[in-house]
């Protein structure tokens, strides 16, 4: 059952992905990847990460790709041309592409023993747990990324303010 | 299985005959306050106007402009209303009571029941937005960027003004915060005996610009917009964004209820003897609950009838520089209050 619904959605979010890049119309491209992270959402579900799956709805589909509708329905962006794409993504981009998809799965089977503890399905960490690691255990790198988000919002301000 | 699904269907019907009939005392309540008497022809007092309406609606030709982009034009009508439908399924409207293990007061007891209703919330932008958009109606376009706008700011708000109360509880599935109201009926309310007020406050501003209603809605403002997003809407398609309207207007005010209102939980907590028939002490905290949503629509249509529209940039300012810096603080001192309680 678990593995059915994680291939569905794991399909889906490939399907999704592929879409996001082929579409020509940018609304259509923002759609496939809120499927793409909606899907997401549920793979997290289904490996008993609850609060993060609802975050990622919350935050990612609800909110970011709210803003990349909006901005892209304001400028009412038309059909993007069809180019061949430039040659350095060509000459570099597959060859990298390969040599990552390689590196992470030699990661992954090299490190088998310490990543089975996720599971499909059959375990939950709660909301209590995660805030037990993110306010106890790892309480400095916590404060520090905040810190960071808040230095990157106060440069936007200034940013967005620099006109008049 | 059976017994569920039989649930699910029950609690959805019941649910869009709620919608059915909150038109009709939306239309008749509106009606009085501006002192006329709203429908009285189909049925004594027109109670079945929303039949005759539901009817005329079904019956429409279901016209497809020229211009629009067709997927998307049909797609944003079936967001709109399956986002507000499926939120009901985490609301519990009773008593946990189970039949054949099967709870008969809610579809889905999950632990992060409130924060899947805001995850809903969020993703039912994308009906209004994107109907907006397909029309290729500049009146649609304008209404859909309106209503993404306020969505996103007052979304902020909403989220906050929660926080309060899930700092009270310690958690956010939905029974433990009813659960947590129930000790001494009216005075271990959130808004009361929790000292949530301020942030019942905010949440009932940021519902009504969540919900597009009046005084916030100037996502579909008749005179300046036509009709905003669904000007290009009709038939089945209209009715649609109709109901999930008034659907989200009536989750609204279940989740108010069930978070600083003690949900099913009796204003008068020990003063009443507890129930000894196991019959009626499962269907008295359903009407308590009912009551207390109807409250919450009465609440809605009278700010309606009484309240003009705010101005655009009123209502930016309202949310960004006065509701958003209030949550905070409704946080920071509730915070602090909990922890000087020590618990």
């Known amino acids: 059952?678990?593995?059915?619904?994680?291939?569905?959605?794991?399909?889906?979010?490939?399907?999704?992905?592929?879409?996001?890049?082929?579409?020509?119309?940018?609304?259509?491209?923002?759609?496939?990847?809120?499927?793409?992270?909606?899907?997401?959402?549920?793979?997290?579900?289904?490996?008993?990460?609850?609060?993060?799956?609802?975050?990622?709805?919350?935050?990612?589909?609800?909110?970011?790709?709210?803003?990349?509708?909006?901005?892209?329905?304001?400028?009412?962006?038309?059909?993007?041309?069809?180019?061949h794409?430039?040659?350095?993504?060509?000459?570099?981009?597959?060859?990298?592409?390969?040599?990552?998809?390689?590196?992470?799965?030699f990661i992954f089977l090299s490190q088998k023993s310490h990543l089975s503890n996720a599971r499909l399905g059959d375990y939950l960490v709660t909301t209590s747990d995660l805030s037990a690691v993110l306010f106890r255990d790892l309480l400095l790198p916590f404060e520090v990324t905040s810190v960071l988000i808040l230095v990157a919002i106060l440069g936007a301000v200034a940013l967005a303010r620099r006109g008049n | 299985?059976?017994?569920?699904?039989?649930?699910?269907?029950?609690?959805?019907?019941?649910?869009?005959?709620?919608?059915?009939?909150?038109?009709?005392?939306?239309?008749?309540?509106?009606?009085?306050?501006?002192?006329?008497?709203?429908?009285?022809?189909?049925?004594?007092?027109?109670i079945w106007q929303p039949m005759a309406d539901g009817i005329k609606l079904f019956l429409k030709e279901d016209l497809l402009p020229t211009g629009v982009n067709r997927p998307l034009y049909i797609l944003a009508p079936i967001i709109a209303l399956t986002c507000a439908l499926m939120s009901i399924s985490v609301v519990p409207f009773g008593v946990s009571t189970k039949v054949k293990g099967v709870d008969l007061f809610q579809i889905a007891d999950v632990n992060i029941g409130l924060m899947i209703l805001l995850g809903i919330t969020g993703i039912g932008v994308y009906g209004i937005a994107l109907a907006g958009w397909a029309s290729n109606n500049k009146y649609s376009l304008l209404g859909a960027l309106r209503a993404s706008a306020q969505l996103i700011s007052y979304e902020l708000a909403l989220g906050l003004s929660l926080i309060g109360v899930v700092l009270r509880t310690g958690s956010v599935r939905l029974r433990d915060i009813v659960d947590l109201?129930?000790?001494?009926?009216?005075?271990?309310?959130?808004?009361?005996?929790?000292?949530?007020?301020?942030?019942?406050?905010?949440?009932?501003?940021?519902?009504?610009?969540?919900?597009?209603?009046?005084?916030?809605?100037?996502?579909?403002?008749?005179?300046?917009?036509?009709?905003?997003?669904?000007?290009?809407?009709?038939?089945?398609?209209?009715?649609?964004?109709?109901?999930?309207?008034?659907?989200?207007?009536?989750?609204?005010?279940?989740?108010?209820?069930?978070?600083?209102?003690?949900?099913?939980?009796?204003?008068?907590?020990?003063?009443?003897?507890?129930?000894?028939?196991?019959?009626?002490?499962?269907?008295?905290?359903?009407?308590?609950?009912?009551?207390?949503?109807?409250?919450?629509?009465?609440?809605?249509?009278?700010?309606?009838?009484?309240?003009?529209?705010?101005?655009?940039?009123?209502?930016m300012g309202f949310g960004w520089k006065f509701l958003l810096p209030l949550a905070i603080a409704n946080i920071v001192v509730t915070s602090l209050w909990l922890a000087f309680k020590g618990s």
């Open chain 1, 1 to 83: 059952m678990y593995l059915l619904l994680f291939f569905i959605f794991g399909g889906l979010c490939a399907a999704g992905a592929l879409n996001l890049l082929l579409q020509s119309h940018p609304i259509n491209s923002a759609l496939s990847l809120i499927v793409v992270m909606s899907s997401l959402a549920v793979l997290y579900l289904l490996l008993g990460a609850e609060f993060l799956a609802a975050a990622q709805v919350i935050v990612y589909s609800g909110a970011i790709m709210v803003l990349f509708t909006f901005v892209i329905m304001l400028l009412n962006a038309g059909k993007e041309e069809r180019t």
């Open chain 1, 85 to 105: 794409g430039s040659k350095a993504a060509y000459i570099v981009g597959v060859p990298g592409v390969a040599v990552l998809v390689c590196l992470l799965s």
């Open chain 2, 1 to 46: 299985m059976v017994l569920s699904i039989v649930k699910v269907l029950v609690v959805t019907v019941i649910l869009l005959m709620s919608v059915a009939y909150t038109v009709l005392l939306e239309r008749k309540l509106v009606g009085r306050i501006q002192n006329r008497w709203g429908p009285s022809r189909v049925g004594p007092f027109g």
């Open chain 2, 181 to 315: 109201q129930a000790t001494h009926g009216l005075l271990s309310w959130n808004v009361l005996g929790g000292f949530q007020f301020v942030a019942f406050f905010i949440y009932l501003m940021a519902a009504y610009a969540e919900t597009n209603r009046s005084p916030f809605d100037l996502p579909e403002a008749e005179s300046e917009l036509t009709a905003g997003y669904h000007t290009e809407y009709s038939a089945m398609k209209f009715a649609m964004f109709f109901m999930a309207e008034y659907a989200n207007m009536i989750t609204v005010g279940c989740v108010a209820t069930l978070l600083f209102f003690g949900g099913w939980t009796s204003p008068f907590g020990n003063l009443l003897p507890p129930i000894a028939n196991s019959f009626l002490a499962a269907i008295v905290p359903l009407f308590w609950f009912v009551i207390k949503v109807f409250c919450f629509l009465f609440l809605y249509i009278w700010v309606r009838g009484t309240l003009p529209r705010f101005r655009y940039d009123q209502l």
